[in-house]
């Protein structure tokens, strides 16, 4: 179901209109280079989108190159002081079990806060692709999915969703009029399910995201509102640099989820983990439909697996690099974060 804006009437356009009161941030947690793979676990079952792909142990990984440290393993400029290395196999021809990759979820859990990730490379849009930076709780979905960054195949634009059990719609209120709302009903169900925004900014996923050395990922959940900022590299914001973000300043996000009558986010979102992977084919990037849509995609191949498993050299740009997540809660919630355990989910989109 798509909401039109206008139907928002005129309350929407008072909240529009009110100003918006500072949060006051203090950091909980820092992902980096220090102790990113020690603060993740390796997710390694079989691929719950059914992917055309093989989750490695950290072992694993080490021993094949597909993750690491510092700069050496990228090749983007945007890193600073080191940065967390997240490749894919882009050598083996027809692998049996599927491409090789990594999957990393973080043993620590949140309910609400601010989630400040730089971002200094992204797997490009490439062909067969499936990447995606985001958020999930135990239980899938009754305790929710934030996906962040996502995005298929060639595909220019990030998809900002979020997936909950029954009984959450949102409308994107206070999102820039670019921002397209594609569902308003969150409840999962499907690989397509899920309330989803699909942005219009090309420099925010893939090759454009690369383009510009990458930048800075902002979430902010509360009981109110999800929302999603990003921020090129050359524009973040002085008091994100400075350590102390205020969210109130900066401007429209790039996706806004209004919860309220429609959605009682603290029913629905609670105790979610972060992850990071890159899968191939699967639900998404290798629905028949999908591929057959991508002009560029379905000219080289039949079929998605056919062409992941076909030309592994395509593939040597779909990594991530990243140079620190910070996690910071309003010191009031008293919120520190909570281990969790990954529960594989059925889809994700």
Known sequence: MHVSRLALGLGAAALLAAPAQAQVYALNTTYDMTNFFTSF???????????????VDRGT???????????????????????????????????????RSVRVTS?????????????????????????????????????????????????ATSAVTLHTGPGCSMNNTGARASTMLKSADCGGGSASGG?????????????????????????????????????????IPRDIASGRPNPA?????????????????????????????????GDWAGNPSVWASDATCSAKAATCNDYVANNPADFKNAFWEINSIKVYQQ???????????????????
């Open 331 to 349: 010191p009031a919630a008293g919120n520190k974060g909570k281990v969790g355990t990954v529960v594989p989910k059925p889809w994700r989109a």
């Open 107 to 155: 043993r620590q859990s949140f309910t609400h806060g601010l989630f400040v990730a730089d971002i200094a490379h992204m797997p490009g849009s490439i062909c067969g692709v499936w990447p995606a930076f985001w958020m999930f709780g135990p239980n899938w979905p009754a305790s929710g999915e934030i996906d962040i960054i996502e995005g298929v195949n060639t595909q």
């Open 61 to 99: 990984a080490q021993l094949q190159g597909l993750v690491g440290y510092g700069q050496s393993y990228g090749q983007s400029n945007g890193s600073t002081n080191g940065s967390i290395f997240m490749g894919v196999d882009y050598k083996t021809p027809n692998p049996p079990n599927g491409r």
């Open 249 to 281: 300043s900066w401007g429209q996000p790039l996706a806004r989820f209004l919860g309220g009558r429609g959605c009682d986010i603290d029913s629905h979102f609670v105790n979610n983990q972060l992850v990071f992977d890159t899968t191939f084919c």
């Open 195 to 235: 309330c989803g925004q699909q942005t219009a900014d090309v420099q925010n996923y893939g090759d454009g995201f690369n383009a510009v050395r990458g930048g800075v990922y902002a979430t902010e959940w509360t009981s109110d509102h999800i929302a999603v900022w990003f921020f090129q590299r050359a524009a």
């Open 41 to 55: 676990d390796f997710f390694t079952e079989k691929d719950p989108t059914r992917g055309f792909v093989e989750y």
